[in-house]
């Protein structure tokens, strides 16, 4: 499988994750036992934050796809250089999708960051 190809996959299901999957799946009750084992994690690494989740994911993607690069595991050249130039703006309009996928994320917080993170066995 094409390494690149692999990354792209995984951003699509991470934006997916974040924005629509996770909260549908907190609302069903046969999905409960997943997010009780999945929750030391989340709180660990993202503090059950989706906003959070997606920084660091976007973070991480920017740090290992140059790493990967470097080390030539992945070559990103060749595929820029097929992206036409009047395509440009559509890469920028991908951007901004992320950009407003972080904003909406954190609208739709209501609670503060530290009653988020707290285990559902210690919420009043």
């Given at each position: 499988?094409?390494?690149?190809?692999?990354?792209?996959?995984?951003?699509?299901?991470?934006?997916?994750?974040?924005?629509?999957?996770?909260?549908?799946?907190?609302?069903?009750?046969?999905?409960?036992?997943?997010?009780?084992?999945?929750?030391?994690v989340e709180i660990a690494l993202w503090r059950k934050?989706?906003?959070?989740?997606?920084?660091?994911?976007?973070?991480?993607?920017?740090?290992?796809?140059?790493?990967?690069?470097?080390?030539?595991?992945?070559?990103?050249?060749?595929?820029?250089?097929?992206?036409?130039?009047?395509?440009?703006?559509?890469?920028?309009?991908?951007?901004?999708?992320?950009?407003?996928?972080?904003?909406?994320?954190?609208?739709?917080?209501?609670?503060?960051?530290?009653?988020?993170?707290?285990?559902?066995?210690?919420?009043?």
């Amino acid at each position: 499988m094409n390494l690149l190809a692999f990354l792209i996959g995984l951003t699509a299901f991470v934006a997916l994750y974040v924005v629509w999957l996770r909260p549908w799946l907190r609302d069903k009750p046969w999905a409960q036992g997943f997010f009780a084992g999945i929750e030391p994690v989340e709180i660990a690494l993202w503090r059950k934050s989706e906003s959070i989740l997606w920084a660091r994911f976007l973070q991480a993607v920017g740090l290992v796809v140059p790493l990967l690069q470097f080390v030539g595991a992945v070559d990103i050249a060749p595929y820029l250089a097929i992206v036409p130039e009047g395509y440009a703006p559509y890469l920028l309009l991908v951007i901004f999708v992320a950009g407003q996928i972080g904003e909406r994320l954190r609208k739709d917080t209501t609670k503060p960051l530290d009653v988020v993170a707290l285990p559902e066995a210690d919420r009043v």
